[in-house]
C-alpha cells in the first residue's frame, strides 16, 4: 500500500481528542498519528484524507492550508447508530508541483477504492476533483459525477487547469471515462450562457438553487446513480460560513448542504465523496462545524444504505409499463424502499456506450408525469446521450 505521500494528524488534534467523551467519534476513528503510524484498514468502510493544495485555486495568494479546526469538530461529535468502521489518514500535503498532488492524491483513492473503502476528502482548490476521478480509469467503465456548486466549472480544456474550469478537462481528456455530470444548485448569474448551453448540447443536467431548495427530495435520484460527488464550499450562502469563506448571499443553508451530503451517503452508488474550496482560519469561525457536520451526514446516509437494485428476483419490485407516443417506459418500484427507476432502452446500432438495458433512478412524480403523457427529462437526457 502506497500510504507514503500522507502526513499524519497533528499532535494539537489528538492531545484535544483525548479531553473528549469515550462515546465521542474523536475515540471510535482509528487515526494515523505519529506514534502509531498508519491503522490497519481491515474492515474499514470510510477514510478521511484532507488535500492540502490550493495552488490551482484561481485567487490563491500563497494561503497554507490547515484542517485541524475541522478535525478537532468532527471528532467531538457523537456518532449515530453506525455499524461502519472509519478511519482519518491524514493529510497529502502539497507536492513539489500540482501534478505531484494530483498523483498522490489518484494513487491514495485508487488503493482505498480497490478495498471497497470510500474516501472522504477535504480539500483546498475543487480541481482537486479531475485526480479523485482518474483513480477510476482502470475501475469503472463508465463514471457519473454529481457536483454540488454555484458555477458549473467548465471552462476552456486548452488553458492551464483552475479550480473553475477543471471540468472541461475531465469531459475532454482522454481517456473518456465521464458518462454523465450533474450539476446541483448552479446560479444562473455566475455561469455564462455557453456554459449553460454547452450543459444542454451535452445533455448532462443541471438543476437550479432554486429548483433544488424548492424540492430538496429531486437530489436523491441524481445521487441515487452518481459515483463520485464533488461538493464547492462556495455553494453555500456566506450568512452561515465564516468571514473567509463568504462568497455568495445566496446559496444553500447548513441544513440542505448536510441534507445534500446524506442524500450523496445513502446513495449505493457513490465510491467517494469530496467537500473542497475550504479557506482555513484562526478566527472562531462556524465554517469547520459545517464542514464536520457535512462529513457526519455523509456516513449517517452510508450507514443508512440498503440494496433494493436487485431486479433478479421479481418478487422484490414492481414493473409498470406506459405508452407515450410510440414509445414504451418500463419503470421499476422496489418493494422494500418504494424507489422507483426508469429503463433506457439499449439501441443495437449505434455506439451504445451502456451495453445492456440500464435503469435510470427516477422519482414516483416522473412515473405520475409519464402516466399524463408527458417524457421524463432525465429519461430523455440519458436516452439522448446513448445515441451518441
Not at 91 to 102: E, L, R
Not at 306 to 322: A, C, G, L, M, R
Request: some cysteine; aromatic content about 12%; glycine content about 6%.
Amino acid at each position: 500500500m502506497n500510504f507514503s505521500f500522507l502526513s499524519p494528524v497533528s499532535d494539537t488534534v489528538l492531545a484535544h481528542s483525548e479531553l473528549l467523551s469515550e462515546q465521542s467519534l474523536g475515540k471510535k476513528i482509528k487515526i494515523h498519528s505519529t506514534q502509531n503510524g498508519i491503522p490497519d484498514l481491515d474492515q474499514v468502510k470510510l477514510a478521511i484524507i484532507g488535500v492540502k493544495e490550493n495552488r490551482n485555486d484561481v485567487n490563491y495568494m500563497g494561503e497554507v492550508l490547515d484542517f485541524d479546526a475541522i478535525r478537532t469538530s468532527l471528532y467531538a461529535l457523537f456518532p449515530g447508530n453506525w455499524y461502519t468502521n472509519i478511519a482519518d489518514l491524514g493529510d497529502i500535503p502539497s507536492g513539489s508541483s500540482i501534478d505531484d498532488t494530483y498523483y498522490a492524491l489518484k494513487t491514495i483513492v485508487s488503493v482505498l477504492l480497490e478495498k471497497k473503502i470510500i474516501p472522504i476528502i477535504i480539500g483546498g482548490s475543487q480541481d482537486l476533483t479531475y485526480a479523485n476521478y482518474r483513480a477510476y480509469d482502470t475501475m469503472a467503465p463508465m463514471v457519473n459525477i454529481v457536483n454540488v456548486d454555484s458555477n458549473f466549472d467548465l471552462g476552456d480544456a486548452d488553458v492551464e487547469m483552475k479550480n473553475n474550469t477543471f471540468f472541461g478537462k475531465i469531459i475532454l481528456e482522454q481517456p473518456y471515462n465521464l458518462f454523465n455530470y450533474s450539476a446541483l444548485g448552479y446560479q444562473t448569474y455566475f455561469n455564462s450562457q455557453e456554459e449553460i448551453d454547452l450543459m444542454d448540447k451535452l445533455y448532462f443536467e443541471a438543476y437550479r438553487l432554486g429548483e433544488v431548495t424548492h424540492n430538496i427530495n429531486i437530489v436523491e435520484p441524481v445521487m441515487r446513480d452518481a459515483h463520485i460527488v464533488t461538493v464547492d464550499l462556495k455553494s453555500v450562502r456566506a450568512a452561515e460560513v465564516g468571514a473567509k469563506q463568504k462568497y455568495s448571499p445566496n446559496g444553500f443553508n447548513g441544513k440542505e448542504i448536510c441534507a445534500i451530503s446524506r442524500y450523496a451517503g445513502i446513495s449505493n452508488k457513490v465510491s467517494s465523496f469530496g467537500i473542497y474550496e475550504y479557506k482555513s482560519s484562526t478566527d472562531l469561525d462556524a465554517t469547520p462545524m459545517l464542514v464536520a457536520q457535512m462529513i457526519w451526514y455523509f456516513i449517517e446516509g452510508v450507514n443508512c444504505r440498503i440494496n433494493d437494485d436487485d431486479f433478479t428476483d421479481e418478487n422484490s419490485y414492481q414493473k409498470f409499463n406506459v405508452l407515450i407516443e410510440d414509445e414504451e417506459l418500463i419503470f421499476y418500484k422496489s418493494i422494500k424502499t418504494g424507489r422507483w427507476w426508469i429503463e433506457i432502452p439499449f439501441l443495437p446500432n449505434v455506439n451504445n456506450k451502456l451495453k445492456k438495458h440500464t435503469l435510470l433512478p427516477c422519482t414516483h412524480d416522473d412515473y405520475v408525469e409519464a402516466s399524463q403523457g408527458k417524457i421524463p427529462e432525465r429519461w430523455y437526457k440519458a436516452y439522448k446521450k446513448n445515441s451518441f
